[in-house]
């Protein structure tokens, strides 16, 4: 990034400028440009607002620095917390050092804003009993989560009811122990009430022996998720759920706790109970449930207020601890992209989401996609080739999607559905899958090949196509033909067989004529479009040797030269832009992703030189063997267009007088035959003639 000019202000600061991604940009290097951004011309800043949520960037700076809480960081919030430092620190460039702590000294103790941050920094020391001359991030953290446990006990000693819980201390095991067996008790009650309406039933709503036998060789041990699913007890007419035995084995560990902490409570001595006494316990454990959540809920919101409150009062010094650490990363991808166009290993832009492995390749930027309709909406105006993934992370529970830019390599394996492995900032490892692909033009070789690798695909598809519907058909054919035989009689079969076997060959003929058509046409009309160009250049052919090497160069620069230029011109216009601005930002300016810059945003593998041979590679062809073969090729191509060129080897129209010759020729198909020589013709005559 070199400079290219200075800016001084009215207040006499120097402004230095760079061109960074192909863009004049302003630097923002000291804490003499932080002090100075209220005087930077809002139209240089790269962006103008940024969301607070969804980057790779501490939420809570942002949530700090939002003055309005509409979710957005602007330019004016941004100037704003700028000029908010120049009123507490002593040294701006303390900032750039990018620290979570802060000596008091460092502070200004003259303005109003520095006093309440050192006011703040005290009392929270006092009270965690430190006496030191410094605070760090970490301290105020450890202070708010004190006093967060303060007031939930003082809460808890203010608010304690007369209310006695059913269980006594155990009425949270007891609960748990409940809600552990609760669908499988009502599943027993239900079985029962099936007997009662129909005791035919019974054996159907038991466990069934079948069941038991298929499992029966098994270790029984091993099979207690397929016992568990077997009911609670036998379910029997009188509906009553035994206390002292006939347990389902897979559940007796659960309902021993049950019976230890409820049943044997309020049941105590009795053998079995109905449903209307195990309603009974669910009413207790409901309401004792009920009980704690409605005090959790209040306490929960008195706490909040409480923190809110007092969290405004500390809130100075946590602001400048954050900002200390956070506000010059901020201002590098805000006012300018720096962080992004930085290659420095370990420095990405808040906006890279991680990194996704691919095909033998790591693209680096990687965007978390907020709106996808909105993104696909715009992807196409960044001219960017993008593989759009859902990520999938069993460790952490979560999914998302992101959207990759694929800048360097080839695309012949990418396709939807593909999977890959995508890593987020943190290194936590996510299961990817293509979703959607922008295709647009990732590099001029690519671009180069692009026609001729289209036009073999289609040629691939076409006769793919055209097999698998050939084969269907004799299958088709093949199976009904079985079934005919199988119906017919034996007299017959050698007849029809024959029969249905000749008109096969002649549809198969028919078939592949027909569909294999359009694809020699479309091979022929090329090879006549070279035919006649190359007779159309017979004088610039015949008149150097070389001209036929530089007429094959003329051939390949017209087939891939569109196609190169329109790489070219896309190659030049890639911007970023869009991808953010679909992801609520407003960008200010363009961001370039030129080719060079593109590279080193997509790795590549790169595999060292092997010696050796592989035992299970192709047999190859000596290299002689194909220097040979290519020499015969171009030989043979000069030869066939210098004689193209040279004699004319075209079809040409019958003469109009052979036509008419034709035309004039008796109705009754009369021919007259030359008469014959009197004398025969002397070949030595001939020859001195000539």
């Known amino acids: 990034m070199a400079k290219i000019n200075k800016f001084i202000s009215k207040s006499g600061h120097n402004w230095n400028f760079s061109t960074v991604g192909g863009v004049t940009r302003v630097n923002i290097e000291t804490g003499a440009d932080v002090a100075h951004l209220h005087e930077l011309d809002q139209k240089l800043w790269t962006v103008l607002s940024c969301p607070v949520s969804g980057l790779e960037f501490d939420e809570k700076t942002l949530t700090l620095l939002d003055a309005d809480k509409d979710g957005r960081i602007r330019v004016n919030e941004v100037v704003a917390a700028s000029q908010w430092l120049t009123k507490v620190l002593r040294d701006m460039d303390y900032l750039l050092d990018g620290k979570d702590a802060i000596d008091f000294a460092q502070v200004k103790d003259d303005t109003d804003e520095g006093k309440q941050v050192l006011d703040s920094a005290r009392l929270i020391l006092k009270q965690l009993g430190q006496d030191k001359e410094s605070i760090t991030l970490a301290d105020v953290a450890e202070y708010m989560a004190g006093y967060e446990e303060k007031c939930k006990a003082e809460y808890t000693a203010a608010n304690a009811e007369p209310y006695e819980p059913p269980f006594g201390d155990k009425s949270d095991d007891a609960e748990a122990a409940v809600n552990a067996l609760r669908a499988k008790v009502a599943d027993y009650f239900m079985r029962c009430k099936l007997v009662q309406f129909d005791e035919d039933a019974s054996g159907v709503l038991d466990v069934q022996v079948d069941k038991i036998a298929a499992i029966s060789g098994n270790n029984l041990a091993d099979s207690a998720a397929e016992i568990s699913g077997y009911p609670l007890a036998r379910p029997v007419k009188e509906a009553l759920l035994p206390l002292t035995g006939g347990i389902n084995p897979a559940w007796q560990a659960a309902f021993a706790t049950l019976k230890s902490l409820v049943l044997d409570v309020d049941f105590a001595g009795k053998e079995s109970i109905g449903e209307e006494e195990w309603n009974a316990v669910l009413a207790k454990v409901d309401a004792y449930a009920a009980w704690k959540a409605a005090g959790q809920t209040a306490m929960d919101e008195t706490v909040a207020e409480q923190l809110k409150v007092h969290g405004a009062a500390i809130e100075p010094v946590e602001k400048l601890l954050r900002l200390c650490r956070d506000f010059f990363t901020l201002l590098r991808n805000f006012v300018v992209f720096k962080d992004f166009y930085n290659r420095a290993p370990g420095t990405e832009a808040v906006f890279q989401a991680g990194r996704l492995f691919i095909d033998q390749r790591c693209c680096d930027l990687c965007v978390k996609v907020t709106d996808m309709p909105k993104h696909l909406a715009s992807a196409g105006k960044s001219g960017l080739y993008l593989l759009y993934c859902h990520c999938v992370s069993k460790t952490k529970g979560q999914e998302m999607d992101i959207v990759a830019a694929l800048t360097d390599g080839d695309i012949k394996d990418l ?229 193209l060129v040279e004699h004319r080897w075209v079809w040409e129209p019958k003469p109009v007088e052979a036509v008419e010759a034709v035309d004039a020729v008796d109705e009754e198909d009369n021919i007259v035959l030359a008469e014959p020589s009197d004398t025969a013709a002397d070949p030595a005559e001939d020859a001195a003639q000539e």
């Open 415 to 643: 396709h939807e559905g593909k999977n890959a492995v995508f890593y987020d900032r943190t290194g936590t490892d996510w299961d990817a899958t293509v979703t959607k692909i922008i295709d647009n033009p990732i590099s001029i070789r690519q671009a180069f090949w692009s026609p001729y690798r289209k036009f073999g695909q289609w040629i691939t598809d076409k006769i793919t196509k055209n097999a698998q519907e050939k084969e269907a058909k004799q299958f088709e054919n093949m199976t009904a033909k079985a079934d005919e035989t199988t119906t017919n009689l034996a007299a017959k079969q050698e007849g029809a067989a024959a029969d249905a076997a000749a008109a096969d060959g002649k549809k198969a003929q028919m078939f592949d004529i027909a569909k294999f058509a359009g694809i020699f046409a479309a091979i022929g009309l090329a090879l006549g479009a070279i035919g006649a160009a190359l007779a159309t250049l017979g004088g610039f052919v015949t008149a150097k040797w070389y001209n036929i090497i530089l007429l094959v160069a003329a051939i390949v620069i017209f087939i891939s030269g569109p196609s190169m230029l329109l790489a070219w011109l896309k190659l030049r216009k890639r911007n970023l832009g869009p991808l953010l601005n679909a992801n609520g930002w407003a960008i200010n300016s363009v961001v370039k992703i030129n080719t060079t810059f593109g590279a080193t945003l997509t790795s590549m593998a790169k595999f060292p030189k092997v010696v050796g041979k592989d035992p299970l590679a192709d047999k190859k062809m000596a290299w002689w063997k194909k220097c040979l073969i290519w020499l015969v090729i171009l030989a043979a191509l000069f030869v066939i267009g210098f004689r």
